[in-house]
């Protein structure tokens, strides 16, 4: 069975940081792409981060580069996102997603919520 379960997300004052995880189960993580994505309150789901199955390098919406960081660890079919300096435009749920030519799984999400 497919699973992708996110977790780390909750209450946090402006400035802060947050480290989300994703742990994958059920498919082959080393061969798939993954990204974390974003859906605040009446908006539209916002791509934020990348790392394929190719290339460890991360990739970045620009608006995230500076205070993101995305990591993957294929020995524990997990990936996470650290963020720093949070703000309170940051509150939304955060999705992870695997994909590869043939399928695209997610997540449930995790809640993020920056207030003061």
């Known amino acids: 069975q497919v699973q992708l379960a996110e977790s780390g997300g909750g209450l946090v004052q402006p400035g802060k940081s947050l480290r989300l995880s994703c742990a994958a189960s059920?498919?082959?993580?080393?061969?798939?792409?993954m990204r974390w994505y974003r859906q605040a309150p009446g908006k539209e789901r916002e791509w934020v981060a990348e790392?394929?199955?190719?290339?460890?390098?991360?990739i970045y919406a620009d608006s995230f580069e500076a205070r993101f960081t995305m990591s993957r660890d294929n020995a524990r079919n997990t990936v996470y996102l650290q963020m720093n300096n949070l703000k309170v435009e940051d509150t939304a749920v955060y999705l992870c997603?695997?994909?590869?030519?043939?399928?695209?799984?997610w997540g449930q999400g995790t809640q993020v919520t920056v207030s003061s």
């Open positions: 997603n695997a994909y590869n030519y043939m399928n695209d799984y």
């Open positions: 790392i394929t199955s190719a290339d460890p390098t991360p």
């Open positions: 059920g498919f082959p993580f080393i061969t798939y792409n």
